[in-house]
């Protein structure tokens, strides 16, 4: 597990693949990983999650992080681990689903909003806190970081390409990238492929020079 949470923390960024069909989804990998993405969230109200999971764990597992989000229960939580999942994400503090993801040996990162939120999930076993929606804008990640500065964030939610070196800078481990990187609503064309990798790229270097 500590390699796990070493490798997402050097690599900073989350792809986040949600709703795609499940036979794109090795190629959106594929793409990701040659634009320099380490790290990759399936979420769980996807289309066969688990298979998916199972699949790009597979076939990629040697060259990227796979793990499962949206995860709302231990229940799932344990599926996902089964499927192949080695870090598990939520948008909301489920204390069980906490306890035991890290039973399974995975890396917990739930999602949480308030400083209560954050601490409770940090005290109850948390790896990384997910903070959703990071919207709110980066000076909230500098905020929290001022009396929790030992709990590692990783915002989700409203982060691009524009804003994400601002999120690194204000003391975040990470970021969460979903529709901003991965728009599933497109077309998984050649040309859609080719501009993911480069968009990928993007948010690599972006991270990079910080």
Known sequence: MSDVLSSIKENKLVAIIRGAEPKSVLKIA???????????????????ALKVIEEVSSE????????????LDPESARMAILAGAQFILAPTVNLKTIELTKRYGAVS????????????????????????PASIGSSYIKDLRGPLPHIPLLPTGGVTLENVSEFMKAGAVG?????????????????????LTEKARDFVNAVSRD
């Not at 040659?34 to 109200?45: K, Q, S, V």
Request: hydrophobic share 40%; net charge negative; aromatic share 4%.
């Open 30 to 48: 594929r793409a990701l990983q040659a634009g320099g993405i380490r790290t990759l969230e399936i979420t769980l109200n996807s289309p066969g």
């Open 60 to 71: 990629l597992g040697d060259e990227l992080l796979v793990g499962a989000g949206t995860v």
């Open 109 to 132: 990162i739930p999602g949480a909003f308030t400083p209560t939120e954050i601490l409770t999930a940090n005290e109850h076993g948390a790896d990384i806190v997910k903070v959703f």
């Open 175 to 195: 970021c969460g990238i979903g529709s901003a990187l991965v728009n599933t609503k497109e077309e998984v064309t050649e040309a859609y492929l080719s501009k």
